[in-house]
């Protein structure tokens, strides 16, 4: 069966990232359909599991979305995501999970156009590998 | 149809109770924790109130460490009587509190996936001699998975797999390990999920026949357990033999050839020669379910390591005090804190553990800034010590 599509989750932190899709929604710009925005408040939120979580349920990638370094609302939620960060990979490369299905970046406030070509750009990255490094169809 | 309750009533005994409450008297859990009571847990499921019991977080709460099993008078298996609770338990949509974020039931559950293509190895490098063809496995478990998640308590789990290999060699064997080997379950079964537990051991079972070993070195007290006795019980026997590595080493041959190697290696004693001193943790799967209790200590004694016994050592060691990655909290911290309260009352230079498993939840429950130096302690692993002897 043909893989029409790439599933992408992206965590959003609700500062600068959120507000970003929320533009871009505004500004009725697209994105792939393939995404999927989990909110949440800060990336500091997250931890390994829920990351490798969403690989477990079928994403394909799984894309992390916070704020500029030095401007985490709560101070060390960045920081924190970074670590967490540096586990999943840790460990989705442990799982046989390509490097290139997870990254952690980050977005200014309200920003549409740049949340398009991050989401955009992550996914045409993926669409470059061969298909075997995909897990099987759902 | 048969009551599956009354089965798992049946199999485990649970009907012979006489209500005598020792099990609660001894049980780690029900005495910090006062809500919970096995002696209460079995009398409600034998009067027929199982559905109370199943719904309830009491449920999770029993650390399967068997430390009630040595001393009920009439022999009520409750830790497998707990497990099949649990089984059932899950069916209706319930389950234990998962810490670390579900982080490693996922990865044991995405190990289930026939397809997976794991980088396991990437720890195998250097010296280290391996062979497909060996007779012996050295089954490495969720060692280099722990490593990440644990680095920052200052665990190194790699570093396990690699003293296994490197006392191996040094013994003149090269063991084989397997890039395909995945998570053999045990957390998975004694949580309930038994259904993701037979999909890891059938893949296990086949990649482990495919070798055409004869027996399976371990350094995890809990991956030998499930492989020796769970495989065959749920599953299928991987026929072959399967050891803990502390038990392989302390067969007199090779005993005599790590104290051989040792006196080759370590300098003479002199005057001021000190001998180091530890303490030793004896996990549950290993003592109490497979009843290795000497083979540990010998090891170590041959170390030159003297070793000095907690009040709870042996047959009523107390367990480390979470089990299958769930439920801790309150009640597991005050364990592990009386536990090195009572590792340090002995006044030994460390803490040795086993498993892997009992070292990490020692760490976690040091790095307490309010206790601090009152249950600080250097814990190391047994075969990490052979192996750094050995050099
Ligand atoms: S020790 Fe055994 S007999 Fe006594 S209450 Fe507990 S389960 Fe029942
Ligand atoms: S197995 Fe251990 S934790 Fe569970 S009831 Fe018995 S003594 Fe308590």
């Known amino acids: 069966m043909e893989k029409t599509e790439t599933r992408v989750i992206v965590f959003t932190c609700n500062w ?54 030095g401007e985490c609302h709560y101070g060390f939620g960045n920081r924190h995501a970074e670590e967490v960060f540096a586990e999943a990979r840790a460990l989705a490369h442990l799982l046989g999970i390509a490097e290139e299905r997870l990254r952690l970046d980050w977005l200014d406030v309200g920003d549409g156009h740049a949340f398009v070509e991050k989401v955009t750009a992550f996914i045409e990255q993926l669409c470059s590998f061969q298909p075997s490094t995909l897990p099987p169809s759902h | 149809m048969p009551d599956p309750i009354k089965q798992t009533i049946t199999r485990h005994r649970a009907y012979y109770c006489l209500e005598c409450g020792k099990c609660t008297a001894t049980c780690p859990v029900a005495r910090q924790d006062s809500g919970f009571s096995p002696r209460r847990i079995v009398e409600e499921v034998v009067a027929g109130r199982a559905h109370a019991v199943l719904e309830s977080p009491l449920a999770w709460a029993c650390l399967t460490c068997r430390r009630c099993s040595e001393i009920c008078p009439s022999d009520v298996h409750y830790s497998e009587f707990t497990r099949e609770l649990r089984i059932l338990a899950r069916e209706i949509g319930h389950q234990g509190a998962c810490t670390h974020g579900d982080t490693i039931h996922t990865w044991m559950r995405m190990m289930a996936d026939p397809a997976l293509k794991q980088n396991r190895l990437d720890w195998l490098m250097g010296d280290l001699q391996v062979s497909p063809t060996s007779d012996t496995v050295y089954w490495v478990g969720c060692l280099p998975y722990y490593d990440v998640l644990f680095r920052r308590q200052g665990f190194q789990g790699v570093d396990i797999a690699r003293a296994a290999v490197r006392v191996l ?3 003149d064997i090269v063991p084989a390990v397997l890039a395909d080997e995945r998570c053999c379950g045990h957390d998975l079964l004694w949580q309930g999920d038994v259904n993701t537990f037979r999909h890891l051991a059938e893949l296990n079972l086949e990649l482990l026949r495919s070798t055409g070993a004869r027996r399976i070195v371990t350094s995890c007290p809990e991956c030998a357990y499930t492989l020796k006795v769970d495989y065959p019980a749920f599953v299928g026997n991987t026929g072959m033999e399967v050891l803990h590595i502390a038990e392989l080493l302390s067969a007199s041959d090779l005993l005599s050839a790590i104290r051989h190697l ?47 016994e907690m009040a709870h050592a042996g047959k009523t060691s107390t367990c480390c005090g979470t089990s299958g990655w769930t439920n801790c909290g309150a009640t597991s ?9 009572e590792a340090r009352a002995t ?28 249950i600080e302690m250097p814990v190391r692993d047994l075969i990490t010590l052979v192996a750094n002897a050995l050099e």
């Not at chain 1, 989990?38 to 704020?67: N, T, W, Y």
């Not at chain 2, 000190?274 to 170590?300: E, K």
């Not at chain 2, 911290?333 to 309260?341: G, H, P, S």
């Not at chain 2, 006044?347 to 009152?374: N, S």
Request: proline share 7%; glycine share 8%.
């Open chain 1, 16 to 69: 600068n990232a959120y507000s970003s899709l929320e533009a871009a929604g505004v500004e009725g710009l697209s994105y792939p359909a393939g995404v999927y925005a989990v909110k949440v408040m800060c990336l500091g939120r997250l931890h390994p599991g829920l990351i490798l979580k969403a690989f477990e349920q079928g994403a394909d990638s799984v894309l992390l979305l916070g704020c500029p370094p």
């Open chain 2, 169 to 171: 060699n040094a013994l």
């Open chain 2, 262 to 308: 040792l006196s080759a290696t370590r300098h003479p004693p002199s005057a001021t020669h000190h001998s180091p001193s530890a303490t030793y943790q004896d996990p549950c799967r290993l003592g109490r379910y497979m009843h290795v209790y000497d083979a540990p200590r010998q090891l170590l004694r041959a170390l030159g390591i003297e070793i000095v």
């Open chain 2, 333 to 341: 911290k005050a364990i592990q804190v009386e536990r090195l309260r």
């Open chain 2, 347 to 374: 006044g030994a230079e460390m803490l040795v553990t086993a498993c892997a498993k009992c070292q990490i939840h020692f760490l976690c429950a040091m790095d307490d800034p309010r206790l601090g130096a009152e």
